[in-house]
Structure formats: C-alpha cells, structure tokens
C-alpha cells in the first residue's frame, strides 16, 4: 500500500494547488514503480537504500539537477507525511541528499530583437495571429505561461489597461498593467478568429485550441508558438524567454528592481534578479544618466 488517496487528501488540506497535487502525485507513480522493480509493493518496507538507489535511477535518466532536486523534496515531503499520521515509524527519507543546482538563467532579448521576430510571424494565418497575440500579451506584461493559459477574458479591462492573474505561483492574486499594442493584438485574435473556434459560450480561456475549442494546454500553449515560429522560419520564442526579456528591459530603462519584483509576482527580490541579465554597456548608460558623480562638470573642481 502506499496511501496515493490520502496523501493526496493531505497536500489539498495544507492548500497545495491542483497543479502541485499532480506533480507530487506522478514523483509517487514513478517511485512506485521504481520500488516494483525492487519487488516492494508495501511503502511500510522502504528502507534509506532503496530510496538511494532511486536518486542514482533519477540521475541516470540524465534529468537536470533542477528536476532531480525537485523529485527528491517531493519524496521526503511524502514520508514526512507517511510518519506524521504514523504510518511508518520514521522516515528514510530524512537523510536524503537532494543535489544542490545552480538556477539556470532565461535568455533574454533587447526590445529591438525580440520585435523583430515577433513581426516574422505570419499573422495572416491562423497559427502566426494566435502567436503573435500570446507573445505580446506575454511580452507586455511579462507573464508565466500558466498566467497566459490561465488568462479569461474578464481578467482584462481595457479601460484601464491591466490584467488581473488570479491564483498564480503560490497562490497569489496580483494586477498588472498591459499596453495597448498587445491589447490590440489580443482583440484581433478574439474577433477574428476566437469567436468562432470556441467550443462553448462559457469557456472564457482568452487563447484556445483550434482543435477543441477549449484553453490551451501546457502543452497546446508551446505548440502553439513553436508552429507558428516554425511557419515563419525562426526559432522558437518561450514565454519564458519573453519574461526575462521584458524584465530585463524595464531595468535597463531604469525601472526599480522592486516594481520589476511586483510586476513578475515575485515574492523575494533575489528571485527577480535570475531574470535579469543586464549588457554590461546598458549598466554604464544607466549609470551615467543616474548618478550625480558621472554628470559631466564634476571632475573640473580636481583639475583646477
């Protein structure tokens, strides 16, 4: 036995998302299986060797050490579980060594480059026009992909020019502010192509599949700018690409780290910093537009 009901009764009453209750539910199918090629199918007689063995099987996959490390917090997470309501004695689990990696950072465009490709898509067909609304959209107001996919039509009030991302990372509602070059885009695509794939009147996922008619999926939501930029012969554009690209542009144009934090939906600084990577020459611009001893003038006082 391995209790999936229960745990999964668990992670919904300390407020996990259906999201997060999905991965941890499939690290616990895939540990399952590990553990039945053990010939283990009792969680009561996992010991620290078997749980050993499955790191060095997640580390032979070749996984990232990003993904390695999160299977391996989600497997103590669930024998802690397992030994709060008592149905291990202790777990072997608690001297698990999780990998330590190093966070990766987002590629990131300067406004020209990432415009650039963006009018490379063919928005006079199907794909290129529902793309070119979701990076926009995306680029605008530097959102998640899940923000995007997530995205109804009543989050957006074109009056004031904002979007409100409800229930994001962490479970977090926030408001940000979107221009009106994607707002456009986004109308377009609503009229022109939306309102007549939609599958039903009450679905008010703003992108959908042309296929069902319903939201896109995670991955409906890839596809759907991979084709597009496959059309359009250019490499493919991640969202998360145009994130990073939109935060490190407002800093370049001497926004505060600490609206970028709040725009992204940051709840720590130093996580908005892994988005941003400034040019070296864009620093200094800033720099001396900014800092009183870099004004011209002030050295005169030393020479005199």
């Not at 996990?16 to 283990?40: E, N, V, W």
């Not at 490390?69 to 608690?94: D, T």
């Not at 406004?111 to 290129?128: D, N, P, Q, Y």
């Not at 493919?236 to 939109?246: N, Q």
Request: glycine share 6%; with cysteine; charged share 25%.
């Amino acid at each position: 036995m391995f209790y999936e009901a229960e745990y999964d009764e668990y992670l919904a009453s300390i407020s996990r998302s259906p999201g997060t209750r999905r991965h941890y539910q499939a690290m616990l199918k895939d540990l399952k299986a590990f553990l039945a090629g053990c010939g283990i199918d009792d969680v009561r007689t996992v010991g620290e060797h078997h749980l050993e063995a499955y790191t060095r099987e997640l580390i032979g996959r070749g996984y990232a050490g990003k993904t390695v490390a999160n299977y391996l917090i989600r497997v103590r997470v669930y024998f802690a579980f397992l030994e709060m309501r008592k149905i291990i004695f202790l777990s072997p689990a608690a001297k698990l060594t999780v990998p330590k990696y190093r966070p990766g950072h987002h590629v990131a465009f300067d406004h020209e480059t990432l415009v650039a490709r963006f009018e490379k898509l063919h928005v006079s067909t199907i794909i290129g026009l529902r793309a070119r609304a979701i990076l926009e959209l995306a680029y605008s107001a530097a959102l998640r992909p899940r923000e995007v996919r997530t995205l109804k039509l009543t989050d957006i009030d074109r009056a004031k020019g904002v979007l409100f991302i409800e229930q994001s990372k962490n479970q977090k509602d926030r408001i940000v502010p979107v221009g009106s070059t994607a707002l456009a885009w986004v109308q377009r695509y609503v009229s022109e192509i939306r309102a007549e794939r939609v599958a039903t009147p009450h679905d008010g996922s703003v992108f959908i599949s042309h296929g069902t008619g319903r939201g896109l999926s995670a991955r409906g939501l890839v596809w759907a700018i991979e084709a597009a930029c496959t059309q359009a012969g250019i490499q493919t554009i991640p969202i998360y690409t145009v994130r990073a690209s939109a935060a490190t542009n407002l800093l370049e144009s001497g926004m505060s780290i600490v609206h970028i934090s709040r725009i992204l939906g940051h709840s720590q600084i130093k996580t908005t910093q892994i988005y941003l990577r400034m040019r070296d020459r864009a620093l200094k611009d800033i720099v001396e537009r900014n800092h009183p001893r870099f004004k011209q003038g002030e050295s005169r006082e030393i020479s005199a």
